[in-house]
């Protein structure tokens, strides 16, 4: 892996080389590079990302783990219930009646369960042999700082188009999904050393290898 990372390509779009030059500053640093160190130091500032480099999923380093990122939209809980609703796969939370006479907020809040209703979408989406084994919901640092889910980039699994567009048309979006930080991510952590060999299969088979350049 460590050869790849010196290999230089001039095959990006403009709007790939604008995404690459944002996260270098979220890339570890070094002894003659600034980097994201731990924690969000203007992190926000680069997010969200339309896409990832291969540096930022876990195993591509020996000794240190990125931050955690999810791929998906920034969704507002009242916008996926009215999504799911139009499919007819809400899932509404059921208070008991103790419950509601207690809280003077219960009027004003979402009644949808947010869990259930992504695992109604995901069944439904299953019966048509598209399976998205890691849909959920995430509390990330940008826009509307939640969002819908799809993977991570401590997966080893990323969605194909035809995944994508079937849950776009679910949730009623147009645009692509784009990758944001966990709300509660620590930064780059340093882990035991390990062999990375194994994840060059996973990259390759995604067609990352351009990607594949010095920062």
């Known amino acids: ?19 690459v030059e944002k996260m270098r500053n979220l890339l570890p640093p070094t002894s003659t590079k600034s980097g994201l160190r731990c924690g969000y130091e203007g992190a926000t500032d680069f997010l969200p990302l339309t896409f990832l480099l291969p540096y930022f999923y876990e195993g591509v380093y020996p000794t240190i783990k990125p931050p955690l990122f999810h791929y998906g939209w920034h969704f507002e809980e009242e916008d996926l219930m009215a999504a799911a609703d139009k499919h007819g ?17 219960a009027e004003g809040l979402p009644d949808i369960d947010v869990d259930n209703t992504l695992r109604n979408i995901r069944l439904h989406l299953k019966d048509r042999d598209i399976d998205l084994p890691y849909l959920g919901y995430a509390c990330v640092r ?3 700082g939640i969002m819908v889910s799809i993977t991570t980039n401590y997966k080893e699994w990323l969605p194909t188009e035809d995944d994508v567009r079937a849950i776009q048309d679910i949730l009623g ?16 952590k340093t882990c035991p050393p390990r062999d990375t060999r194994r994840f060059e299969r996973f ?5 990352f290898d351009r990607f594949f350049k010095s920062v």
């Open 1 to 19: 892996m460590a050869d790849c990372q010196t290999t230089t390509t001039t095959d990006l779009t403009i709007e790939e080389e604008s995404a």
């Open 142 to 144: 940008s826009c509307s």
């Open 89 to 105: 796969l809400l899932a509404k939370i059921v208070l008991a009646s103790t419950a509601i006479e207690d809280s003077s907020h």
């Open 203 to 207: 990259f390759k088979s995604c067609g």
């Open 173 to 188: 979006r147009k645009e692509q999904p784009v990758w944001d930080m966990d709300y509660y991510t620590n930064g780059w």
